[in-house]
């Protein structure tokens, strides 16, 4: 059927003039949400706003798909068990350019735009910095115009609801579809079949060439969900593409189930479980059979769609490499190698080395963590029943690996078993980063330091091998979210300034390094950050009754909880300000907020124990007299994207302290940096480009380095004797241990210092003078305030590098080999009829 697409330009339902948006927003009303506005609720009208800037984007994202569909380009797929993307609507608004005028059509209607978007649930599928670069990274691909899809798990419940309850983290489930999503649009006719667990049989086929079947013991069906996903002030919609896990109807149940109806109604309890909620871990193996199951599910979905999209671009098979670059987002898609060369060799009968080979150039592997319980291995038992056929493939992947391997280091034994897919060290598992190392034509950390280590470290052997593989990709956050939905105040003062080039090439800031020496610009400057400040204290009296002084320095530690972070660090630090306050009234410090954020995973109780430390303290210290117009501590409740895009604007000060070597990058430092917040640091990640690129004397550094941990570990590291050593930190611990801070339960905190004086696996203590010496540097820069706005100013302009743009870009030219396609929007040379 030919379809005229002209008429679709300027339809009431995609103009963008102001009389149609209302006209639209009204009609959505009443046609979706059944509602006239008397009895229409705040939803109500959420959705109908909602639906109405959707409206808007369907032509480009239309246009987009028609555009790569007979272009045949090649196209970027990220795969990822997490998408943290934050709500849609404010974002969605900004990358069209029509923020303003929205915001005005639904004021004039009468209602409080800010509230608007205050009522969409966040789409939190994802714990952290992981998820959340996946976010950012389909942004920038839409605003570069490549064509690329996001591919992962529409999880029913995201990332948990914290709470904080007499100090401790409680957990409520995330029911972010409780109302209703009108940035998804299902695609039921894309949907794709999973097999799962059962056995394999060898077979003879018509050839006479001996062959292997799966018969899997259940079937599961994907459904995609697809999003759009704007690029910035481009005609580029791209497509995040989430699969939801369903019982296939067309599955005979009369036959499997033997008439049994319960029992098929329970096959679909199963089946739907599968993407029913993303498992809260950071950093840490869970090792549960319903993980492997979620990441086997999305990844065989996504590729069979890649061969599907292939088939009806009638692209031969052996071009599935030249069409598809697929990026494995950690080692949680890893199991992409073995099912794509599953997909080849069972279901499309291709030989071993023509599919190898396209699986070699197809996928690339990010990793993420150094942390030796981050790496994922799978028990050899729990992964045969899942994956029993993916078994046999990497058992012979595993082997030409290891004939490889043993040709070019002749003898060494020690090296093989270092080598294998296989840790044969007692109980036997499939080890993941392995498999996406030999599957992958490239290897890329994401810091420099990190992409170092690895080389040094955990990859060390794969290095050795394969030099040729391993690179460097430095993370990036987007400065749309990050800078002018969540800072308008500071875009448009540096918009006034330079134009608006900046928000697609964030080096451009750099033009405005001069105006540091603007005594003008410089009030301009302190002026938005102190509105900001105002706007979050009002936010934090609103969520935990605590008041706090705007005057006062707004220091923040917001990530997740983990010792290797160590927000505990900073807690010794407040409690040695504190004791010096009472000791000595006369110390002249500035007032300092001490600000926390983040969430433990509910399994890891240190974690938990940490928060209710970081509580404990602010209890005392915020109700004492003498104290609590000098310091405060508070603890923001279920930090997450939506406060995130409040916290960063307000900050001055960023904790961005981890145990040097431990934080593979961090990205939030990059978005305090953004926001004009000074760093207080260790040499980690990527606080060591943000200081190369602010400037040293721009940045508060502090701790030993990477070498220097490892060597102090190598040499024997005994924490008591800086106890012992160092009367302030033995102050501190003693007063920790004596109940000062848990109303005399001199139990509650015993577990976290026993813990630091005997173990400190984290260099707590080897740390913690240098870590107060620096605190008190940052205390006296802020007294200067002319100084530190300089240094604020500094901070942002200089940050340009920091752009997940250029991140992007870096990956398209060196590993993605992939190019712009830009796109003409449908019915642009058409007569509109
Ligand atoms: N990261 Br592995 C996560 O957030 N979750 C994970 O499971 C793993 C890594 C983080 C790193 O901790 C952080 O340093 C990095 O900036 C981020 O990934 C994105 O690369």
Redesign the pocket.
Known sequence: MEQNTAPYREHNRTSLTKEKLKQGFLDNLYFIQGKFPTLASRNDYYLALAYTIRDRMLHRWISTATNYYESGARTVCYLSAEFLMGPHLGNNLVNMGIFGMVKEVVEELGLNFEELLAQEEEPGLG?????R?AACFIDSLATLEIPALGYGIRYEFGIFEQTIVDGWQMEKTDKWLRNGNPWEVPRPEWAQEVRLGGHTEQYTDENGRLRVRWVPAKIVLGIPYDTPILGYRTNTANTLRLWKSEAPESFDFEVFNRGDYYGAVDQKVTSENISKVLYPN??QLSGKQLRLEQQYFFVSCSLRDMLRVLAIQNIPLSRFHEKFAVQLN?THPAIAVAELMRLLLDEYLVDWDDAWEITQRTFAYTN??LLPE?LEQWPLPLFASVLPRHLEIIFEINSRFLDEVRIKFLGDEARLARLSLINEGGERYVRMAHLACVGSHAING?AELHSELLKQDVLKDFYELWPEKFRNKT?GVTPRRWMILSNPSLASLVSDRIGNGWVRDLEQLRQLEPMADDADFRKEWWDVKRANKVAFAQYIFKRTGILVDPESMFDFQVK?IHEYKRQHLNVLHIISLYRRLKENPNLEVPPRTFLFGGKAAPGYHTAKRMIKLITSVGEVINRDPDIRDRIKVVFVPNFNVTTGQKIYPAADLSEQISTAGK?????GNMKFSMNGALTIGTLD??NVEIREEVGAENFFLFGLTADEVYALRASGYHPYDYYNTNPHLKDVIDLLRGGSFSRGDADLFRGLTDGLLHHDPYLLFADFQSYVDCQEEVSRAYLDRDHWTRMSILNAVRSGKFSSDRSIRQYCEDIWKAEPVPITLLGQNEEPT
């Open positions: 714990n952290g910095g992981l998820g670069l950071d950093e950690d993420h963590t981050a994401v993370n997740r934080e593979a990058s961090g990205t990640g990527a």
